[in-house]
């Protein structure tokens, strides 16, 4: 089945940077557009930035000119490059990949973003 395994989250300071990864497994990577969501403590889980298949991208104007998501099909992994981070950044970050704009989705199990002096 499909797995998604994020990692590289953690503490940094305001105006730090992290890449956060997704190794994916189960299905035929390149076909598949990949997603990057977060979801802050009493929010909802909000869309990031996505990457399609033919490596178009966009991304949440709260991100835009900061992140940067990326793929790499040889390794079935997803990146997403953060700099200039803030304190409103801090959340767990899900990495999630669909065939199509609307099938169905799956899921990583998140990682730990937390920006903070």
């Known amino acids: 089945q499909v797995q998604l395994v994020e990692s590289g989250g953690g503490l940094v300071q305001p105006g730090g940077s992290l890449r956060l990864s997704c190794v994916a497994s189960g299905m035929t990577f390149d076909l598949y557009i990949l997603d990057w969501y977060r979801q802050a403590p009493g929010k909802q889980r909000e869309l990031v930035a996505s990457i399609t298949s033919g490596a178009g991208t966009n991304y949440a104007d709260s991100v835009r000119g900061r992140f940067t998501i990326s793929r790499d099909n040889a390794k079935n992994t997803a990146y997403l490059q953060m700099n200039s981070l803030k304190p409103e950044d801090t959340a767990v970050y899900y990495c999630?990949?669909?065939?199509?704009?609307?099938?169905?989705?799956?899921w990583g199990q998140g990682t730990q973003v937390t920006v903070s002096s």
């Open positions: 999630a990949a669909r065939i199509s704009q609307y099938a169905n989705i799956y």
